[in-house]
């Protein structure tokens, strides 16, 4: 059974950082291209960045050159670093990975405010 289990979000003033972790069970991890989400209030999910198997990463134009996604082999762990954060990044951030289905994590908020 696919697990994924974030982290990492929080309260933030604009131009702030944060990094998000993405833990994965091992039996899934590397097999698959692995996504960020994010879901702002009464707003539709919408996808942030992705990785692929073979590490390639892309971006959604409103995060590229601020955000960066990666990962660890070693600890299962997907992240996504948020430099220069702004009010509108305000979300609860999801990571996603498809094996012929979606399987979502529980999601982590991020609120970027002064």
């Known amino acids: 059974q696919v697990q994924l289990v974030e982290s990492g979000g929080g309260l933030v003033q604009p131009g702030g950082s944060l990094r998000l972790s993405c833990a994965a069970s091992g039996s899934i991890f590397l097999l698959y291209a692995m996504h960020w989400y994010r879901q702002a209030l009464g707003k539709q999910r919408e996808l942030v960045a992705s990785i692929s198997r073979g590490g390639s990463t892309a971006y959604e134009d409103v995060v590229k050159g601020r955000f960066t996604i990666s990962r660890d082999k070693s600890k299962n762990t997907m992240y996504l670093q948020m430099n220069a954060l702004k009010p509108e990044d305000t979300a609860v951030y999801y990571c996603?990975?498809?094996?012929?289905?979606?399987?979502w994590g529980q999601g982590t908020q991020v609120t970027v405010s002064s």
């Open positions: 996603n990975i498809n094996d012929g289905r979606d399987h």
